[in-house]
């Protein structure tokens, strides 16, 4: 079975690494994978990864679909990358 999730890409200007972020509701966080480097992306808005969840909580996806929307350190809190009420918002409104 396929099931595909949400995830946003993030760019680290100072590594000029991409991390791909994966919200998942099981952990209340996000997950990360690498995506390549700001100079050779991996991926792109609007792809479809062929990616396998490694969630200890249950949140199995195998496909990651790129939001158009970049991630936000807003959406994080501080302690343990847990969502912050900003992404809350985030996800409200583009329901």
Do not use: K
Request: glycine share 8%; charged share 20%.
């Amino acid at each position: 079975m396929t099931t595909t999730t949400i995830g946003y890409l993030f760019p680290h200007p100072r590594h000029g690494a991409i991390s791909l972020v994966v919200p998942c509701e099981p952990c209340r966080a996000f997950h990360w994978h690498g995506a390549g480097t700001i100079d050779r992306p991996l991926h792109a808005p609007g792809d479809v990864t062929e990616r396998l969840s490694h969630c200890p909580n249950g949140n199995e996806y195998s496909d990651i679909r790129i939001s158009a929307d970049p991630f936000r350190r807003a959406w994080m809190t501080p302690q343990r990358g847990r969502f912050s009420a900003a992404y809350r918002r985030h996800v409200d409104v583009t329901r």
